[in-house]
């Protein structure tokens, strides 16, 4: 596989547990978030979004908080799965401008 | 079926030589992205475009070239002034708000290594 994601944080959890994902942001006038998953060898995919008018938003299985505040961003997956190992990074974007990507974090899901 | 296409998936370059990566879509989004993806780092922009005939540096243009000739396509050149293009190189596109992007939808990608 690629080797996107050497020395990322790693995030462990056990088959059936919930997950959650934190990511801090840098810019106070950033009004539009996503959360993206990448598997190994593969392009990211976007998981869920949520603009600056909301501090939580909820999917299949998935729900973002924002707190604008400190400036910090989570992604909560319910149930967590084998399918659900992968890296997760936020991308934060100012009205206007371009996204700026976070580094990610590694989840990992044991048996 | 609607999407991202990159190719190749692998490609090998000798140094010295221009490679050009294929990025092609048919949302029929008015924007396109290059990034690079290096291990433990975020993605970094290269190049954008948010109409034809017209491209933008991003933050680590140098060494790259890019052309928007049509709407659905947005090829990337790696040439030999790119000192480290060992990566693996993201396609993405977008409609626009307020004159930048909305949400970014991505390719498969290409993992490009220098021998």
């Known amino acids: 596989g690629e080797s996107v994601g050497l020395h990322l944080p790693t995030l462990s959890v056990q088959e059936g547990d919930n997950s959650i994902i934190n990511c801090a942001y840098s810019n106070s006038a950033s009004d539009y978030f996503i959360w993206y998953k990448q598997e190994s060898g593969k392009g990211p995919q976007f998981i869920i979004d949520i603009r600056s008018n909301m501090d939580k938003r909820q999917g299949q299985r998935v729900t973002v908080l924002l707190n604008k505040t400190v400036k910090h961003l989570s992604l909560q997956i319910a149930a967590t799965q084998p399918g659900d190992s992968a890296v997760y990074f936020c991308?934060?974007?100012?009205?206007?401008?371009?996204?700026?990507f976070g580094p990610g974090t590694r989840l990992s899901v044991l048996p | 079926d609607g999407g991202i296409t990159q190719s190749p998936k692998y490609l090998f370059r000798k140094e010295g030589q221009n490679v050009t990566l294929s990025c092609e879509q048919n949302l029929n989004h008015d924007a396109m992205y290059w990034y690079r993806q290096d291990p433990g780092q975020g993605l970094r922009l290269i190049y954008y475009s948010q109409i034809v005939n017209d491209f933008q540096k991003g933050d680590i243009a140098e060494g790259y070239s890019v052309s928007r000739e049509k709407k659905e396509s947005f090829p990337l050149t790696v040439t030999s002034a790119q000192k480290n293009p060992t990566a693996f190189y993201l396609c993405?596109?977008?409609?626009?708000?307020?004159?930048?992007?909305?949400?970014?939808?991505f390719g498969p990608g290409t993992r490009l290594t220098v021998l």
């Open positions: 993405a596109s977008s409609t626009l708000r307020g004159g930048g992007t909305d949400t970014q939808y």
């Open positions: 991308a934060e974007n100012n009205y206007g401008q371009n996204f700026v």
